[in-house]
């Protein structure tokens, strides 16, 4: 089976702080992706990658960066962490690029708390 | 552009009942259409997809979706609702594009199943 593996459940940080969320995934999939998940407001796509170095915004990237130095890594920065960041975050792997009917593995997600 | 509709945020259903979870899309090319779950606490699981082929598609756990080209829709169905269904659950859409995808997901609807 596919594992998407967050690095954090559960995280809390303080305004104005550097925050990394961190994403692996164990299947050689190409495709990553970080999503923010607020109630009513389903799923937002926040950046995407389908190669190593390679990203590409998505509906909401302000205020978010992203690294993918290995294929299997995909990290999330927050530069400079703000109240209205408090969400959960999904984290989504798929396989191979151009491959529209590849279903996206998930993991079980990070809720980051700013205070 | 693609979209995904999900009528009805919460729809609520008494355990042994019909659950019928509605899903529209708009596409501009034939799309791959998915539906996922996400118990509480938990990232989201594929519970089927339709990829081209039969239109009617068997997933997970007793549940089925129908494509229908002319009304655009992929409801979501389950002949008898259980305990363990009540989660939220997420229509989504994707196709190629310019050499890769980008899913777009519903805003999700909250099962509820009362005893």
């Keep these: 089976d596919v594992k998407v593996t967050q690095s954090s459940r559960y995280l809390v940080k303080r305004t104005g702080e550097k925050v990394f969320l961190e994403c692996v995934q164990d299947m050689d999939h190409e495709n990553m992706f970080w999503y923010r998940q607020d109630p009513g407001l389903g799923l937002r796509l926040i950046y995407f990658s389908y190669d190593v170095k390679m990203k590409e915004k998505g509906d909401i990237p302000e205020g978010y960066s992203v690294s993918r130095e290995k294929k299997e890594r995909f990290s999330l920065i927050l530069e400079s962490a703000s109240t209205n960041q408090t969400s959960m975050y999904l984290c989504a792997s798929s396989f191979f690029r151009g491959q529209s009917n590849q279903p996206q593995h998930f993991g079980d997600g990070t809720r980051l708390s700013i205070l | ?115």
């Design chain 2, 1 to 115: 552009a693609q979209s995904v509709t999900q009528l009805g945020s919460h729809v609520s259903v008494s355990e042994g009942a019909l659950v019928l979870l509605r899903c529209n899309y708009s596409s501009s090319v034939p799309p791959y259409l998915f539906w996922y779950v996400q118990y509480p606490n938990q990232g989201l699981q594929l519970l089927l997809k339709y990829t081209t082929g039969a239109t009617l598609v068997k997933g997970i756990n007793g549940f089925e979706a129908e494509f229908k080209k002319s009304e655009t829709s992929f409801h979501l169905t389950k002949p008898s609702a259980h305990m363990s269904d009540a989660a939220e659950y997420f229509c989504a859409v994707s196709h190629a594009s310019g050499g890769s995808y980008i899913p777009t997901f519903g805003r999700g609807t909250s099962l509820i199943v009362h005893p």
